[in-house]
């Protein structure tokens, strides 16, 4: 079964800058396109950034504008988001996800990540 434990999330100003982490464990990691969702208070859940077995990176572009950065360190099994020049409408909690099938496409589609993590709350004040 899969586990997935984010961590790095906090409360930071305007401006500032957070790096998630999230550490995989009881699959095989290296096989697997991971992402990035968040869901802000009333929203709906909305991807942010995945990056595929491959290494391939797909960004939502209308909401990340450049200043958000995903990594994978396959040796430690990991998926980062680097995200710099947050704004108050970051705020959410961003959830890590594998998707369901290996070495599958890259969706941006939270249906075909079958684990998640229990999400990790990102503030940002004005």
């Known amino acids: 079964q899969v586990q997935l434990v984010e961590s790095g999330g906090g409360k930071v100003q305007v401006g500032g800058s957070l790096r998630l982490s999230c550490k995989a464990s009881g699959h095989t990691f290296s096989s697997y396109t991971m992402g990035w969702f968040r869901q802000a208070p009333g929203k709906e859940r909305e991807f942010v950034a995945a990056?595929?077995?491959?290494?391939?990176?797909?960004y939502d572009v209308d909401s990340v504008k450049g200043r958000f950065t995903i990594s994978r360190d396959n040796a430690k099994n990991t998926v980062n988001l680097q995200m710099n020049s947050l704004e108050p409408e970051d705020t959410a909690v961003y959830y890590c996800?594998?998707?369901?099938?290996?070495?599958?496409?890259?969706?941006?589609?939270?249906?075909?990540?079958?684990?998640w993590g229990q999400g990790t709350q990102v503030t940002v004040s004005a």
């Open positions: 996800a594998a998707e369901r099938v290996p070495y599958g496409l890259g969706s941006k589609m939270s249906a075909d990540f079958g684990s």
């Open positions: 990056i595929r077995w491959s290494g391939v990176i797909t």
